[in-house]
């Protein structure tokens, strides 16, 4: 009978019990990383307000924006039931490109002629587009939303649907707060975290916010700093100075990144197609509806 060599298994033997440790302990800390009830949320926000902290954010920042943070049902509700961007575009257009918002795009545009003007003289970036944006986002500065902006935020990052998008959305939220620009728990928009007057996520506000006279902007308060900085994010995107906007045009693929459904964006095209003809012109989407 041979002895068993116990000093060459050993080895082998803690080898495949560390890798069974990291696969399990790597998988229970996927499991803890998003659910979808409200169960674990509150033990999830308190691992995040360290991974924030952790991140350089100030722990007076973190305790202010987060102390009320709570899991909003009707956030997933919304983010489930999204059946708008199904309707065809003349079904959805024929309700956003209205009587209304033609006219009053067009008394905003020739209002603010001249702020206008110096936005496209920066950005490349005609008036119609910009105020096609603003008045189907918010009614031109109307309604940005009044959802608690850090818990719309902080529920979407904890359900598990698009956990890793939304976690880096509330971070920045968080570094916009540390910078000033937000004001925190007070802070209010559409229930998936938009903020402003023409409805940026704050990785957008963080990177394209830009007021029209200088500095970052207020994209809340200030419909010049809005309007720039919204202009701002198109001319990233690749917004060509003089060119159209309607779907085929160089320009309609910029709009695709201000928003990825198609219908949408024709609708942002078609409606400031009618803000910039004059009252009765024929516009590129007559042919089509």
Known sequence: MHSVRLPHILPRIIFFAALAAVLFSGSAARAAACGDNEAGFQNWLAGFRQEAMQAGISPDVVQSALADVEYDESVISHDRGQRAFHESFEQFSRKKVSAYRIKKGRSLLEHYSGMFRTIEARYGVPGPVLVAIWGLETEFGAGSG??????????????????????????????????????????????????????????????????????????????????????????????????????????????LEWNKAEVYCRTIAALADRIAAAPGAATPDDQQQ
């Open 146 to 255: 009044d959802y608690p902006t850090f818990s719309a935020l902080a529920t979407l990052a904890y359900d598990c649907r698009r956990s890793e998008e939304f976690h880096v959305e509330l971070l920045d939220a968080l570094r916009l707060v540390q910078r000033g620009d937000l004001d925190g728990a007070q802070t209010r928009g559409a229930w998936a975290g938009e903020i402003g007057q023409t409805q940026f996520m704050p990785s957008s506000y963080l990177k394209y916010g830009v007021g029209l006279n200088g500095g970052a902007g207020d994209i809340i308060h200030s419909s010049g700093d809005a309007l720039a900085s919204t202009a701002n994010f198109l001319h990233d995107k690749g917004w060509r100075r003089g060119a159209g906007w309607d779907a085929g045009q160089p320009n309609f693929a910029a709009l």
